[in-house]
């Protein structure tokens, strides 16, 4: 069972910075691509940025120039550095995996318990 564990949420007035932890535990041999997503109250869950397996990465076009995605496939880490924040970036964050290869087999989705950002005016 794969286990996402997420930390470095809190609450930063406008302008500042955060930056987001999420280790994946398991017995992991590899994981394709890991990502961000964020939820506002009253919104649908949104994608924020991902990171593939070969570096690659995608960012919602909010976040982009702002916000940064990187990976640490040693400690099977995702980070979010979130620079310049807005309100709007107000939400609940929430870590994404896919393809996940582990002692197990294989597991293709998984997600983390979701940690608050608020960003105050």
């Known amino acids: 069972q794969v286990q996402l564990v997420e930390s470095g949420g809190g609450l930063v007035q406008a302008g500042g910075s955060l930056r987001l932890s999420c280790a994946a535990s398991?017995?992991?041999?590899?994981?394709?691509?890991m990502g961000w997503y964020r939820q506002a109250p009253g919104k649908q869950r949104e994608l924020v940025a991902v990171?593939?397996?070969?570096?690659?990465?995608n960012y919602a076009d909010s976040v982009k120039g702002r916000f940064t995605i990187s990976r640490d496939n040693a400690r099977n880490t995702v980070y979010l550095q979130m620079d310049s924040l807005k309100p709007e970036d107000t939400a609940v964050y929430f870590c994404?995996?896919?393809?996940?290869?582990?002692?197990?087999?294989?597991?293709?989705?998984?997600w983390g318990q979701g940690t608050q950002v608020t960003v105050s005016s």
């Open positions: 994404n995996v896919r393809g996940v290869l582990t002692a197990r087999g294989y597991g293709s989705d998984y």
């Open positions: 398991g017995s992991i041999f590899s994981i394709n691509a």
């Open positions: 990171i593939t397996g070969g570096y690659s990465t």
